[in-house]
């Protein structure tokens, strides 16, 4: 069974942090393309950042970059997202999502964009506040 489980989100203040983390069943974790997508109410979902897990490539967001990591964690098929410095505007649903890409082969290109993605976990809500 797929699964993909999202924890870690909460309510912060702005310029705080929060580690988001995602458990993936381990035929969807292993050399696949995990990535993080948020959605805030009346938008469409945006990639965050991405990771290829067969290599340890990853990809962010114009609008992350710099504040936020992602990571993997091969033993526990868990990929984390690091959110440093958070903004207002960073407040939404955060969502996890495993690809269906087994290589690492236009990932630089197209692992932020929500087509390229299968399957998706519950979400779980980050709030920033001023």
């Known amino acids: 069974q797929v699964q993909l489980v999202e924890s870690g989100g909460g309510s912060v203040q702005a310029g705080g942090s929060l580690r988001l983390s995602c458990a993936a069943s381990?035929?969807?974790?292993?050399?696949?393309?995990l990535g993080w997508f948020r959605q805030a109410p009346g938008k469409e979902r945006e990639g965050v950042a991405a990771?290829?897990?067969?290599?340890?490539?990853?990809l962010y967001a114009d609008s992350v970059n710099g504040r936020f990591t992602i990571s993997q964690d091969n033993a526990n098929n868990r990929v984390y997202l690091q959110m440093n410095s958070l903004k207002p505007e960073d407040t939404a649903m955060y969502y996890c999502?495993?690809?269906?890409?087994?290589?690492?082969?236009?990932?630089?290109?197209?692992?932020?964009?929500?087509?390229?993605?299968?399957?998706w976990g519950q979400g779980t809500q980050v709030t920033v506040s001023s």
């Open positions: 999502a495993a690809g269906r890409h087994r290589n690492s082969a236009f990932f630089s290109q197209l692992a932020l964009q929500n087509s390229e993605y299968d399957y």
């Open positions: 990771i290829y897990t067969g290599g340890g490539s990853t």
């Open positions: 381990g035929y969807i974790y292993s050399r696949n393309w």
